[in-house]
């Protein structure tokens, strides 16, 4: 079986996958990781979304050898120890989850929006979320913890 | 997903290679078509080729025309700013494409090559009448696209490149389906050197096509006002539960409108 090696939220790991692997299951299965979800086999509802070299991806769609090398970060890498990263406490403060299932992928979309766009406006923020499928909140508290975020991110 | 052998192309004509020795091989762009087409076992290839690694497939050029690498992706091509001043349609319609994600990994080569009828760069390819580069060849865009996710590439070709020649006007107009984003109908209109063209992509029974009423009516007069009463026929078109073919043709007439209003 071929053998992958990238670095995970900083860790430089390696496993044994088959070829039809995908990040996500390796993510999940062998590296327990289970914060990032799979919620669909479409590739439309974003909760499987993590960042390779900083750029946001859906995990789902892409294969653990097509992260050969990478440096991949997931919701798990993101506290820094006891504290939240700016956008998980914005989702916190501002009721921006209920079940909790998209939100790794939303706090992962996220980051990446605020780091392109630092003053994304509300019209922005709803346009980037379009891979992002919740089905409970409505959105309007997760675009309230965006923009919060990205105040507190330095935008 | 069925398993297979994956294979990383460090050049274009490795990737031609191990296609030819494959027995059922297929390269790889960014995988958001071939992945999910995978998943749902519509295709089972021996080996897949993952082109990402290969060297001088990715990058835009700008002189008279665009070129775009078949490995860049859509976020790149929506970004860029040689693009938005060159050919700002084409910017805007790569900002287009599905979310941020797919556009972070999906490319321009894999978009050609699939050929989805609903695909919005075939769209720009045809309209602008774009030559598509291959290992071998060079194919005009009026050639290249045969049919439902049909194109004149061989089994072992691979798209290097797409290179669109500017124009004096040119507007991409999506109706995006609610749900999936792509579009239900898109319209293309290009006021080039070789006249006006009108593709329409979403709404064809055998993909992207030229709507020839549309181009002769703005041939003579290039305003919104020249399309009243021009209408499309629903033969030919899809008809699916989105839509109906008469709705897609109604589309395809109120959007080149639109298109055309938005450049006058
Ligand atoms: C949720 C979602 C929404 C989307 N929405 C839209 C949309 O609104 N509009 C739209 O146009 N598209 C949309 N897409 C498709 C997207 O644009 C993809 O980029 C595109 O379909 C091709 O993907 P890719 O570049 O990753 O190619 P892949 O999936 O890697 O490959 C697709 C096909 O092309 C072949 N191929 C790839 N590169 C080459 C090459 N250089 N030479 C020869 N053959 C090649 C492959 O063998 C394969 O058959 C969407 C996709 C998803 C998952
Ligand atoms: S699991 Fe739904 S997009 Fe990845
Ligand atoms: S909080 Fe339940 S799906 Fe978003």
Redesign the pocket.
Do not use: C, F, W
């Given at each position: 079986m071929p053998t992958v090696s990238m670095t995970v939220n900083g860790k430089p790991v390696s496993g044994e996958v088959e070829a039809r692997t995908l990040l996500v299951q390796f993510l999940r299965d062998q590296l327990r990781l289970t914060g990032t979800h799979v919620g669909c086999d479409?590739?439309?509802c974003g909760a499987c979304v993590v960042h390779i070299d900083g750029e946001s991806a859906?995990s789902c769609?892409m294969l653990a050898l097509q992260a050969d090398g990478a440096a991949v970060t997931t919701i798990e890498g993101l506290a820094d120890g006891e504290t939240l990263h700016p956008m998980q406490e914005a989702f916190r403060n501002n009721h921006g989850l209920q079940c909790g299932f998209c939100t790794p992928g939303m706090v992962m979309s996220a980051i990446d929006l605020v780091k392109k766009n630092p003053k994304a406006s509300e019209t922005e923020i709803r346009e980037w979320l379009e891979?992002n499928i919740c089905r409970c909140t409505g959105y309007h508290n997760i675009v309230k913890s965006i923009q919060e975020a990205a105040g507190n991110m330095g935008g | 997903m069925h398993d297979f052998n994956y294979q990383k192309a460090g050049s274009v004509a490795d990737a031609v290679s191990a296609l030819k020795a494959a027995d059922d091989g297929?390269?790889?762009?960014?995988?958001?078509?071939?992945?999910?087409?995978l998943k749902q076992r519509l295709?089972a290839p021996s080996d897949v080729i993952d082109?990402a690694g290969a060297s001088g497939?990715s990058g835009i050029s700008v002189s008279g025309g665009v070129t775009i690498g078949?490995?860049t992706?859509?976020a790149a091509v929506a970004g860029s700013t040689d693009v938005k001043g060159a050919l700002p349609a084409l910017a805007g319609l790569a900002e287009?494409?599905?979310?941020p994600q797919?556009?972070n990994?999906?490319?321009?080569?894999?978009?050609?090559?699939?050929n989805?009828p609903?695909?919005?760069?075939?769209a720009a390819c045809l309209a602008l009448g774009a030559t598509i580069k291959?290992d071998r060849r060079e194919i005009a865009a009026d050639d290249f696209f045969n049919g439902l996710f049909e194109t004149a590439?061989a089994e072992d070709?691979?798209?290097?490149a797409v290179s669109f020649p500017t124009a004096e006007k040119a507007v991409y107009i999506?109706f995006?389906n609610p749900a999936?984003?792509?579009?239900l109908v898109g319209v293309f209109v290009a006021k080039t050197a070789a006249g006006v063209r009108v593709a329409v992509?979403g709404a064809g029974d055998s993909g992207v096509f030229r709507a020839s009423a549309l181009e002769q009516a703005l041939s003579s007069n290039f305003s919104a006002s020249a399309l009243n009463g021009v209408a499309v026929s629903a033969d030919g078109l899809m008809s699916d539960i989105h839509a109906s073919a008469e709705y897609r043709a109604h589309l395809i007439t109120t959007m080149a409108k639109r298109a055309v209003t938005a450049v006058s």
């Open positions: 479409t590739s439309q859906k769609t891979g | 297929t390269v790889m762009a960014g995988g958001m078509t071939l992945l999910p087409t295709a082109l497939l078949a490995m992706t859509h287009g494409i599905g979310d797919v556009r990994r999906g490319t321009i080569g894999g978009s050609i090559a699939n989805d609903a695909a919005d760069y075939p291959t590439l070709e691979v798209i290097t999506k995006p999936s984003r792509y579009a992509t």
